[in-house]
Each structure stands twice: as C-alpha cells, then as structure tokens.
T-cell receptor, first 113, second 108 residues
Framework: KAGVTQTPRYLIKTRGQQVTLSCSPI?????VSWYQQTPGQGLQFLFE???????NKGNFPGRFSGRQFSNSRSEMNVSTLELGDSALYLC????????????FGNGTRLTVT | KNEVEQSPQNLTAQEGEFITINCSYS?????LHWLQQHPGGGIVSLFM???GKKKHGRLIATINIQEKHSSLHITASHPRDSAVYIC??????????FGAGTRLTVKP
C-alpha cells in the first residue's frame, strides 16, 4: 500500500502570496489531519477532515483553510503569507477507528521570504 | 504551562542502555500517541494508547490514566534509535496537542 503522499516537498513563496498544499491519504483512509511544525512552536494541530467535512480546527487564523475531496485527498491553503508561516506542514491519515494509528506524510517545507 | 510536558528534553545514551522518556498531560484525553521523528522531518507513529501497556520489539509504552502520565521505554538502545520522540495527546477526531519532544542520541 502506498503511504501518505504530500506535494510539493519544498516551496518558496513571497510574503502576501498564497499557497496550496496537497495530501493524498493511504487508500481507504477517510480521515486527514494537518499539522504545522516550527522550531519555536513545535507541532501544532491545524484541522481535520472526514468525508469532506471539517470536524475540528486548531487555533490558527482564518488565512489557513482546507478542504477534502470525495476521494479523501485533501488540500490546505494559506492566503496572504507571512514570514511566520515558514514551517514544515505535515498531513496524516487514519481509518477513523479508536484503535487506528496516524500515518504521516513526509511533509511540505514552506519558506516565506 | 504546556498541556503536554515531556522529559527529558535531551538524552544521550550509550548503545545497549535502557532508556525512559516521560510524558505528563493535564486534562482527560481519548488517546496518547508516541511518535518518532528522524532528521528530514518524517514522522512515524510508534504507539497509540488509551490504557495499559503496549510492546513492539524493543519499545514499550505505558500509560496511567489516573495519573495522566505515560512512559516510552527503549531496551538495548542502538544508534539507529537516535531521533526525536514526541508525545501527543488526542482529544476528538485527531485534534492533538504535542509535547516539545525528546532528542535522543545513542552513541556506539
């Protein structure tokens, strides 16, 4: 089974631009969650989608948004980029059972200049 | 105060040593995860616990729900165990809070 695939792996953007990151979950996984990792704040939960619905959202401004498609693939979008948005963005998929572990992608490293 | 406290922050061990990493959390949770992150960013889920103890190879994870505490043990440590180990607590639907991580270095 293919793992969780995130594209692109690396991205450089300029302040004020917007960016879209993509995550393809493991086949059969309907839950996709997104996380931001920075040296200062560590790992932080962004949001989680299940069956095209956002079920939970972390404490991030509205510039951070996401969506999930009928094939469970998910995208996250960050608008009006700020320098502080530079981070590793990770997504994880699971089978949405109580005993189902998370499977992480390798992440997208976003640099905002 | 962070919702999830890990200790120690950094740990250096000699190959073969027994290692313990601790995690404490402050509120009720649905599950606790132990994650391993190698240089380059990739994260692997080692354990997901809601009670008791789990073992996988040389790794053992325990959780005490009443005391809101979990430990990750590595027996017979090896240089390839060198990584950052992260404790994460889950509330609902993978809404998670993460510890700051423990950077483990195992020297040959």
């Amino acid at each position: 089974k293919a793992g969780v695939t995130q594209t692109p792996r690396y991205l450089i953007k300029t302040r004020g631009q917007q960016v879209t990151l993509s995550c393809s979950p493991i086949s059969g996984h309907r839950s996709v969650s997104w996380y931001q990792q920075t040296p200062g704040q560590g790992l932080q939960f962004l949001f989680e989608y299940f069956s095209e619905t956002q079920r939970n959202k972390g404490n991030f401004p509205g510039r951070f948004s996401g969506r999930q498609f009928s094939n469970s693939r998910s995208e996250m979008n960050v608008s009006t980029l700020e320098l502080g948005d530079s981070a590793l963005y990770l997504c994880a998929s699971s089978q949405d059972r109580d005993d189902s572990p998370l499977h992480f992608g390798n992440g997208t490293r976003l640099t905002v200049t | 105060k962070n919702e999830v406290e890990q200790s120690p922050q950094n740990l250096t061990a000699q190959e073969g040593e027994f290692i313990t990493i601790n995690c404490s959390y402050s509120v009720g949770i649905s599950a606790l995860h132990w994650l391993q992150q190698h240089p380059g960013g990739g994260i692997v889920s080692l354990f997901m616990l809601s009670s008791g103890k789990k073992k996988h190879g040389r790794l053992i994870a325990t959780i005490n729900i009443q005391e809101k505490h979990s430990s990750l043990h590595i027996t017979a440590s090896h240089p390839r165990d060198s990584a950052v180990y992260i404790c994460a607590v889950a509330y609902n639907n993978n809404d998670m809070r993460f510890g700051a991580g423990t950077r483990l270095t195992v020297k040959p």
